[in-house]
Structures are given as structure tokens and as C-alpha cells.
């Protein structure tokens, strides 16, 4: 390596002590994995509040995202994934409106 790369190639010693490292025979032990980090959890998207957004959305179909995240009392990205990925509503003229027609619509 060293006459392809030169003096910007890493030594073996550098390697070998990485290798150590990560196999766990060193006295510095390395996690690869996300260790639990304290802080609140995201309670945001719990069935509360789905409902209380659902029932705002079918109440006024125009109604804005902030106005919800206001009257429920969480953030306003929390409201969009409630509304997009859990409901699963899109906005189409202003509208929210469901992703896919019911047996009712299609009637």
C-alpha cells in the first residue's frame, strides 16, 4: 500500500489496534449500537391524539396544520405525520382529503 499511497497510507499498526478495538479485545470497549438516550418520548402520534386530529379534519375539511397543532397542543410536524402517514389523508384544493375512495364514495 505504502507504494501506492505513499506517506498518506496508514500504518499496520494503526490498523491492527482499530481491529482490536472493535472485536472487543481492548480495555476501550466500542458499541456500534445506539445506546439508550434519556430525554421524553415521542408520545405525540398516541390514539388521543389521532382521534382528536381526525375528528378536526372531518369537522372542517380546510382546516390548517397549525391550527390543529395549536388546539391539540403538539408540534406542528407531529400533526403532519398524524394526518399523512398515520390517517393517511392528502391535501387536494385546500381540502383534506382521504388517500383512498370508500365503498361509499365509489357509490
Same mark, same amino acid.
Request: include cysteine; proline fraction near 2%.
Given at each position: 500500500?505504502?507504494?501506492?499511497?505513499?506517506?498518506?497510507?496508514?500504518?499496520?499498526?494503526?490498523?491492527?489496534?482499530?481491529?482490536?478495538?472493535?472485536?472487543?479485545?481492548?480495555?476501550?470497549?466500542?458499541?456500534?449500537?445506539?445506546?439508550?438516550?434519556?430525554?421524553?418520548?415521542?408520545?405525540?402520534?398516541?390514539? *388521543?391524539?389521532?382521534?382528536?386530529?381526525?375528528?378536526?379534519?372531518? *369537522?372542517?375539511?380546510?382546516?390548517?396544520?397549525?391550527?390543529?397543532?395549536?388546539?391539540?397542543?403538539?408540534?406542528?410536524?407531529?400533526?403532519?405525520?398524524?394526518?399523512?402517514?398515520?390517517?393517511?389523508?392528502?391535501?387536494?384544493?385546500?381540502?383534506?382529503?382521504?388517500?383512498?375512495?370508500?365503498?361509499?364514495?365509489?357509490?
Amino acid at each position: 500500500m505504502k507504494t501506492v499511497y505513499g506517506e498518506m497510507c496508514i500504518s499496520d499498526c494503526a490498523v491492527r489496534k482499530w481491529v482490536r478495538i472493535f472485536k472487543g479485545e481492548d480495555s476501550r470497549e466500542t458499541i456500534l449500537r445506539d445506546r439508550k438516550r434519556s430525554g421524553k418520548p415521542l408520545s405525540a402520534s398516541d390514539m *388521543a391524539h389521532r382521534e382528536k386530529v381526525d375528528c378536526m379534519i372531518k *369537522a372542517n375539511r380546510t382546516v390548517k396544520k397549525k391550527e390543529m397543532a395549536n388546539e391539540v397542543g403538539i408540534l406542528k410536524e407531529r400533526v403532519h405525520h398524524i394526518i399523512t402517514t398515520v390517517l393517511g389523508y392528502r391535501k387536494v384544493s385546500a381540502r383534506w382529503v382521504p388517500r383512498q375512495l370508500t365503498v361509499e364514495m365509489k357509490a
